[in-house]
């Protein structure tokens, strides 16, 4: 009844707003050099009005205009001589700037690009230019782990188990997209710290409040990757080698034909490595002397590897459509399990491994049916399956040997457990410019997945399986006032969800039907004021939810089992920031400062179950706040030196007086600091590159990197003394690498080193990460 109203209020304003649309024309066009090279940044006017907008990272403008006579429209960036054109509205038109000689030794680039105008958004937001790191051999998690506010906390090596967070919310309360779409949509499979930095052009990470145009319950931020949307033939190709024996091959392509227009996209990658680095410090029991002994003993079982391919074909700029893909893919990882959550605990047998196939169809078309309506939809289907295997029979120890039990190594008994996921998704996103002031967004959401799961070695297959359909409609009204000089979004959500599945009352197997819908809404602000054209002030809030997740419902078949009363997490999110963003010549200064507020409550944290503590169920057990302080500051001078200093305060606290269930004496560790997260950390780049060093369009850089993570608490302070709590102590890794490219980056080559100093460095629950690493990786650009 819930998902059928929300539906229908969706189509109802759809087409109201088709009855509401006045003509709104447009002009369109690019700007180029007159070596072809798309110009970022271009300064475009109408002569005799205040209306302008400036070109993306293509070269491509569209500015939406007030009337339909002929219009004088210029074009003009420091470092070029102005041209102005005559066009209509409706019409298209191209620009070729010279350079102007006599600035053009002074300034090399102008305007500003994509990423430091999503800096300015009224959102609290962090743009990163994964370019910067195209010749680099790091993951998405390395290069999100260098920006403001964001900790990745890694169990291992080379894909193993990480916890993302933002602002100090972790969790599922964090969503992962790649150009708006949940990468969960891919497959469990489909991680961060597997996916190579080539694969995307850009990535934009969303703090606490999140926009309603990723129709997602993102209650603690997103992070959305934006790959190369460009309209052109383009091939990057990469291979790298590194210690541990660690490969990783990357490939991201398009060509589009000539006379046809037909697109072809593909992008794929593969990761292999042993994960065989010295643990060092290792306790094992020395028969000989009948005693511990420390010792520096080598990772025996932590084998991985990854690989995805995915391929769309369709169209650009048709009448009927200005983007039309139809795409599939298919990704597989294979991993052998070294740990559990504690260091002390080792596997030599474990092994998950699965698979996921997707389908998927997008359209976008601007104007779609009436002038000035914007439409963007998305439909995919996707089967993801995986298997963990605990049928050894063995206890095992860091040296290797091992004993045998008549216990499997992670659970009680023996199992293949077998999980099937089928997941259909669907999003419609509609925008529509009501005057150059005023706009307005509607979107919504459909997710529906289904959860079998089963012990091969004692079932053929669950019956009835568990199904999940969330449904999220979003509405945003924006408003552009002051000469676009102040920006204010006001946006609602309806979250939605049906459940359905046996309800698991005990570990015996008494079941007994469930069938629910639950609701919220949310609602939120954010605004942004610019005092002049290089500062400006922001802040926004937002009343968040977040949904459960089918396998904190359902369970994972093994050990964790469903708890169909879960609630979603709430949290009342608040951001107030400043920016600086000035150019002077050659010399680019940005810094940014903000304060944050998080009040969560009905957290979702595994606990263990009472009548089995072999296995544990999900809970809403906690309520967290948290508020801090987080800056950055970089300078960059020409293409030759750029320096990034960024640092991060939060403090997060307990505010869950009594137990579930309990009104009595408060928990001991209420007002306590969460245990196992880092409560101050920051980061330090320094880049220096010459173009034309050793050679006409060659260039040589030198990358220098740091992290500072200060000392924290294991456990919780209530529960020892300060002498007493084992603490992970304060870490500071050091990474550098050299990179030389040829023929205007065509041809790269870079040599890498991975905490260089090879200091000791921990994550979650004090899991050694690895030690000093070096690599090499070739790459391969043309376009």
């Given at each position: 009844?819930?998902?059928?109203?929300?539906?229908?209020f969706?189509?109802?304003?759809?087409?109201?707003?088709?009855?509401?649309?006045?003509?709104?024309?447009?002009?369109?066009?690019t700007?180029?050099?007159?070596?072809?090279l798309?110009?970022?940044?271009?300064?475009?006017?109408?002569?005799?009005s205040?209306?302008?907008?400036?070109?993306?990272?293509?070269g491509?403008?569209?500015?939406?205009?007030?009337?339909?006579?002929?219009?004088?429209?210029t074009a003009s960036?420091?470092?070029?001589?102005?041209?102005?054109?005559?066009?209509?509205?409706g019409?298209?038109?191209?620009?070729?700037?010279?350079?102007?000689?006599?600035?053009?030794?002074?300034?090399?680039?102008?305007?500003?690009?994509?990423?430091?105008?999503?800096?300015?958004?009224a959102?609290a937001?962090?743009?990163?230019?994964?370019r910067l790191?195209?010749?680099?051999?790091?993951?998405?998690?390395?290069?999100?782990?260098?920006t403001?506010g964001v900790?990745?906390?890694?169990?291992?090596?080379?894909?193993?188990?990480?916890?993302?967070?933002?602002?100090?919310?972790?969790?599922?309360?964090?969503?992962?997209?790649?150009?708006?779409?949940?990468?969960?949509?891919?497959?469990s499979?489909?991680?961060?710290?597997?996916?190579?930095?080539?694969?995307?052009?850009?990535?934009?990470?969303?703090?606490?409040?999140?926009?309603?145009?990723?129709?997602?319950?993102?209650?603690?931020?997103?992070v959305?990757?934006?790959t190369?949307?460009?309209?052109?033939?383009?091939?990057?190709?990469?291979?790298?080698?590194?210690?541990?024996?660690?490969?990783?091959?990357a490939?991201t392509?398009?060509?589009?034909?000539?006379?046809?227009?037909?697109?072809?996209?593909?992008?794929a990658?593969?990761?292999?490595?042993?994960?065989n680095?010295?643990?060092?410090?290792?306790e094992?029991?020395?028969?000989?002397r009948?005693?511990?002994?420390?010792?520096?003993?080598r990772?025996?079982h932590?084998?991985?590897?990854?690989?995805?391919?995915q391929l769309?074909v369709?169209?650009?700029?048709k009448?009927?459509?200005?983007v039309?893909?139809?795409?599939?893919?298919?990704?597989?990882?294979?991993?052998?399990?070294q740990?559990?959550?504690?260091?002390?605990?080792?596997y030599?047998?474990a092994?998950?491994?699965?698979d996921?196939w997707?389908?998927?169809?997008?359209?976008r078309?601007?104007?779609?049916?009436v002038q000035?309506?914007?439409?963007?939809?998305?439909?995919?289907?996707?089967?993801?399956?995986y298997?963990?295997?605990?049928?050894?029979g063995?206890?095992y120890?860091?040296d290797?040997?091992?004993?045998?039990?008549?216990?499997?190594?992670?659970?009680?008994?023996r199992?293949?457990?077998?999980?099937?996921?089928?997941?259909?998704f669907?999003?419609?996103?509609?925008?529509?410019?009501?005057?150059d002031?005023?706009?307005?967004?509607?979107?919504?959401?459909?997710?529906h997945?289904?959860?079998?799961?089963y012990?091969?070695l004692v079932?053929?297959?669950d019956?009835?399986?568990?199904?999940?359909?969330k449904h999220?409609?979003?509405l945003?009204?924006?408003?552009?006032?002051?000469?676009?000089?102040?920006m204010?979004?006001?946006?609602?959500?309806?979250y939605?969800?049906s459940i359905?599945?046996?309800r698991?009352?005990d570990?015996?197997?008494e079941?007994?039907?469930?069938?629910d819908?639950?609701?919220?809404?949310?609602?939120?602000?954010?605004?942004?004021?610019?005092?002049?054209?290089s500062?400006?002030?922001?802040?926004?809030?937002e009343?968040?939810?977040?949904l459960?997740?089918?396998?904190?419902?359902?369970g994972?078949?093994?050990?964790?089992?469903?708890?169909?009363?879960?609630?979603?997490?709430?949290?009342?999110?608040?951001?107030?920031?400043?920016?600086?963003?000035?150019?002077?010549?050659?010399?680019?200064?940005?810094?940014?400062?903000?304060?944050f507020?998080?009040?969560?409550?009905?957290?979702?944290?595994?606990v263990v179950?009472?009548?089995?503590?072999a296995?544990?169920?999900?809970?809403?057990?906690?309520?967290?706040?948290v508020?801090?302080?987080?800056?950055?500051f970089?300078?960059?001078?020409?293409?030759?030196?750029s320096?990034?200093?960024n640092g991060?305060?939060?403090?997060a606290?307990n505010?869950?007086?009594?137990?579930?269930?309990?009104t009595?004496?408060?928990?001991?560790?209420?007002?306590?600091?969460?245990p196992?997260?880092?409560?101050?950390?920051?980061?330090?780049?320094?880049?220096?590159?010459?173009?034309?060093?050793?050679?006409?369009?060659?260039?040589?850089?030198l990358?220098?990197?740091?992290?500072?993570?200060?000392?924290?608490?294991?456990?919780?302070?209530?529960?020892?003394?300060?002498?007493?709590?084992n603490?992970?102590?304060?870490?500071?890794?050091?990474?550098a690498?050299l990179?030389y490219?040829?023929?205007?980056?065509?041809?790269?080559?870079?040599f890498?080193?991975?905490?260089?100093?090879?200091?000791?460095?921990?994550?979650?629950?004090?899991?050694?990460?690895?030690?000093?690493?070096?690599?090499v990786?070739?790459?391969?650009?043309i376009?």
């Open positions: 009844m819930q998902a059928s109203i929300s539906t229908s969706f189509l109802l304003f759809f087409l109201t707003l088709r009855s509401l649309a006045q003509t709104g024309p447009t002009v369109s066009g700007v180029h050099s007159e070596d072809k798309p110009l970022v940044g271009i300064s475009i006017r109408v002569k005799g205040s209306l302008g907008t400036t070109t993306d990272t293509t491509a403008f569209q500015l939406r205009v007030n009337r339909t006579e002929l219009l004088t429209i960036g420091v470092g070029f001589l102005p041209q102005s054109k005559e066009v209509r509205a019409q298209s038109v191209t620009f070729i700037l010279k350079a102007d000689s006599r600035t053009m030794n002074e300034v090399v680039v102008t305007g500003k690009t994509e990423n430091q105008q999503v800096k300015e958004q959102f937001v962090n743009a990163i230019e994964t790191f195209a010749n680099t051999n790091v993951d998405m998690n390395q290069v999100l782990n260098r403001t900790r990745v906390r890694e169990q291992g090596g080379l894909g193993s188990d990480f916890n993302f967070s933002i602002n100090g919310l972790s969790g599922k309360a964090v969503r992962f997209f790649i150009d708006g779409i949940p990468l969960e949509v891919m497959g499979s489909l991680t961060l710290n597997t996916i190579p930095v080539n694969l995307a052009e850009r990535i934009e990470v969303y703090k606490g409040v999140v926009p309603v145009s990723l129709g997602s319950d993102a209650m603690g931020g997103a959305n990757l934006i190369n949307q460009q309209i052109r033939n383009y091939l990057d190709a990469s291979y790298s080698y590194s210690s541990f024996n660690t490969h990783r091959a490939l392509g398009q060509y589009i034909h000539p006379r046809t227009g037909l697109t072809l996209r593909a992008n990658f593969y990761n292999y490595s042993n994960n680095y010295i643990m060092r410090g290792i094992i029991w020395d028969a000989d009948e005693v511990y002994v420390k010792k520096d003993l990772r025996f932590d084998t991985f590897q990854s690989a995805m391919g769309e369709g169209v650009n700029n009448k009927w459509a200005d039309f893909f139809v795409g599939a893919s298919y990704n597989t990882s294979a991993q052998d399990i740990t559990g959550t504690r260091q002390e605990v080792v030599g047998a092994t998950r491994h699965g996921a997707n389908t998927s169809v997008r359209y078309k601007n104007n779609f049916l000035g309506l914007d439409v963007n939809a998305f439909l995919s289907r996707s089967v993801d399956n298997v963990v295997v605990d049928t050894a063995y206890q120890a860091w290797g040997s091992r004993v045998k039990t008549n216990q499997a190594e992670i659970g009680y008994g199992s293949l457990n077998r999980v099937i996921r089928p997941k259909t669907g999003r419609v996103n509609a925008s529509y410019a009501l005057t002031q005023h706009s307005i967004n509607v979107n919504y959401t459909f997710d997945v289904k959860n079998k799961m012990n091969e079932e053929e297959g019956a009835s399986p568990g199904i999940l359909g999220l409609l979003g945003a009204y924006q408003q552009n006032l002051l000469d676009q000089r102040w204010t979004t006001y946006f609602g959500k309806y939605g969800m359905a599945q046996d698991a009352l570990t015996s197997g079941t007994s039907s469930v069938q819908f639950i609701h919220r809404l949310g609602y939120g602000i954010a605004s942004r004021f610019r005092i002049s054209e500062i400006g002030v922001k802040a926004s809030y009343r968040s939810y977040r459960q997740e089918v396998g904190e419902m359902f994972n078949g093994y050990t964790i089992i469903a708890n169909l009363d879960l609630k979603p997490e709430a949290s009342h999110n608040v951001n107030v920031g400043a920016f600086l963003n000035k150019r002077v010549q050659k010399h680019h200064f940005f810094a940014e400062a903000s304060w507020f998080r009040d969560a409550s009905d957290f979702i944290y595994a179950y009472q009548s089995n503590r296995v544990s169920r999900y809970a809403n057990t906690s309520k967290v706040r508020n801090g302080l987080e800056a950055e970089r300078y960059d001078y020409d293409h030759l030196l320096i990034m200093v991060s305060y939060q403090n606290i505010t869950t007086k009594y137990a579930p269930g309990s009595g004496t408060p928990e001991a560790t209420y007002l306590n600091k969460i196992n997260q880092p409560w101050a950390f920051g980061n330090a780049d320094i880049s220096i590159g010459k173009n034309n060093l050793l050679g006409k369009n060659t260039r040589l850089q990358n220098w990197g740091a992290q500072y993570v200060h000392w924290f608490y294991l456990s919780w302070e209530a529960f020892g003394t300060k002498a007493s709590l603490r992970i102590p304060t870490q500071f890794i050091q990474n690498s990179t490219s040829r023929e205007n980056g065509k041809y790269n080559i870079s890498e080193s991975r905490n260089l100093a090879n200091a000791l460095a921990y994550d979650n629950f004090r899991l050694q990460k690895p030690g000093r690493a070096f690599g990786k070739l790459r391969y650009f376009q």
